[in-house]
């Protein structure tokens, strides 16, 4: 059964939250702080976080960038007052997989989580193949375990950005529109701007690059979207 955590501080908007998942038919659980979060998810379980951003002890956003730290990381939603684009961008940048400003619909709360559940299960883990060919690989992506390394250096991925490799590295060389990215890694639902799915290859490009990757390795297509580099 799906198992939902809440942080959230607001005792009444954490009781319309955890009523409408139970409703629905989900576990739901809620913590009121980033510690009693952090408390709960160093214990397995959790297939989905509702994050507040603003937390007696804390910004939601360092919790959310410890769990895009983690392997098999839970998907997130952010859960804010703030309504403003780059409050928004930011925590889909940060790795949220959606965001949802307050005042909202409980019922339409749940609608996204069952959209974020729908998107994470659709994605098949990928076959990526590594690069260059011969051993060893400088490039290697397991989607098994979510582990990126180069040249046998481990590269700490967000999840979007682990996403985003993995897309690419089903077939190097071959044009991935930004369109069908966004696709792959957040829903055909989804509208993104090219900006945010710009700003993600940029923090990966970044990494691949501070791990002696060449900066070549993911290639833009001007006004069409990103490929892999073959061998």
Do not use: N
Not at 54 to 78: A, Y
Not at 92 to 119: I, M, Q
Request: hydrophobic share 40%.
């Amino acid at each position: 059964m799906t198992t939902i955590l809440v942080v959230e501080d607001d005792q009444p908007i954490a009781d319309a939250v955890l009523y409408a998942l139970r409703r629905d038919g989900m576990t739901a659980e809620a913590r009121d702080s980033l510690a009693a979060a952090r408390e709960r998810l160093a214990e397995p379980g959790v297939d989905l976080v509702i994050l507040d951003l603003t937390l007696p002890d804390g910004s939601g956003f360092s919790l959310l960038d410890e769990l895009r730290r983690t392997d098999r990381s839970p998907r997130v939603i952010v859960l804010t007052s703030r309504d403003e684009d780059i409050d928004c961008v930011a925590s889909l940048e940060a790795g949220a997989d959606d965001y949802v400003t307050k005042p909202f619909s409980p019922r339409a709360l749940v609608a996204r989580v069952r959209a974020v559940l729908r998107r994470s299960a659709s994605v098949a883990p990928p076959h990526a193949p590594s690069l260059p060919q011969g051993p060893p690989p400088a490039l290697e992506v397991d989607p098994e375990r979510r582990r990126v390394t180069w040249a046998g250096q481990e590269i700490p991925l967000t999840k979007i950005e682990f996403d985003l490799l993995a897309v690419l590295a089903e077939a190097p060389g071959r044009v991935r529109s930004r369109g069908q990215l966004v696709e792959r890694v957040w829903g055909p639902s989804y509208a993104l701007t090219e900006r945010t799915v710009d700003s993600h290859f940029k923090g990966l490009r970044r990494k691949l690059e501070e791990a002696g990757a060449p900066a070549s390795l993911i290639e833009t297509v001007r006004g069409v979207g990103f490929k892999l580099r073959e061998g």
